[in-house]
């Protein structure tokens, strides 16, 4: 994952309409990791665990290309 | 999925965006080079499609993005303590509604219903929305439509001409 951030779709070496990196990730049943992102409006450091404590969490990712 | 979190925000379902790698990077949305330039396009995001919805933003390698899967339009459902509850490879937001009533609110009926967990998979089919596509891509810019579908794509987003 070098070229994370790839200049060109699609990326070489990653299939975007195969799911191979999606079946490696957690199962269903199972405990999500958790992970530190950045608040847009805020600024601060936001723990997903902190998140769902207190209720579910809807998480959609994207980007606006 | 505005909609969504907003029709379950009264029943403890909180609803957040995560801003990862530009999927199609082109002229007016180039890849990220800096998490300014993230932040950036992630605010211009929010402003002009009027999102509501806390958005956080992934740091520059995906970590939580790879974490999850990588995928670029993937919705997540994630039950209070962190168990998984349903896991998305695209957005159909007919079936996140359709997750949030079997998954989320067979969870919150198991007890007083005597429900017992179960699991199920399944292929799940999205429109291929090309047009959509297109006229949404104008904002990226043409390398986004020239990537997906050559010179055949910029003639149908800006004529015969097939530049803007």
């Known amino acids: 994952m070098d070229d994370y951030n790839y200049a060109h779709f699609p990326p070489t070496g990653e299939k975007a309409d195969k799911f191979e990196r999606f079946y490696e990730a957690p199962n269903v049943g199972t405990i999500a990791p958790d992970m530190a992102l950045e608040d847009l409006e805020s600024g601060e450091t936001r723990h997903l665990k902190d998140l769902w404590k207190s209720g579910a969490v809807l998480m959609d990712f994207g980007s606006y290309s | ?164």
């Open chain 2, 1 to 164: 999925m505005e909609d969504i979190a907003e029709r379950y925000v009264d029943r403890s379902v909180r609803s957040v965006f995560v801003y990862v790698r530009e999927a199609h990077p082109a002229e007016n949305l180039p890849p990220h080079v800096s998490m300014d330039m993230k932040r950036d396009h992630a605010r211009q995001f929010r402003e002009e499609q009027k999102i509501k919805r806390p958005i956080l933003l992934d740091d520059m390698t995906g970590t939580c993005h790879r974490a999850f899967g990588t995928l670029p339009n993937m919705t997540w459902l994630i039950e209070r303590g962190g168990l998984i509850l349903y896991k998305a490879a695209w957005t159909r937001p007919d079936d996140v509604i359709a997750a949030l009533d079997e998954s989320w609110g067979g969870y919150q009926r198991r007890r007083q219903d005597d429900l017992m967990p179960a699991y199920s998979e399944r292929m799940i089919w999205r429109a291929g929305e090309d047009d959509r596509f297109i006229e949404l891509s104008k904002r990226s810019g043409p390398q986004a439509i020239e990537e997906m579908f050559g010179k055949e794509g910029l003639v149908k987003a800006y004529g015969e001409k097939g530049e803007p």
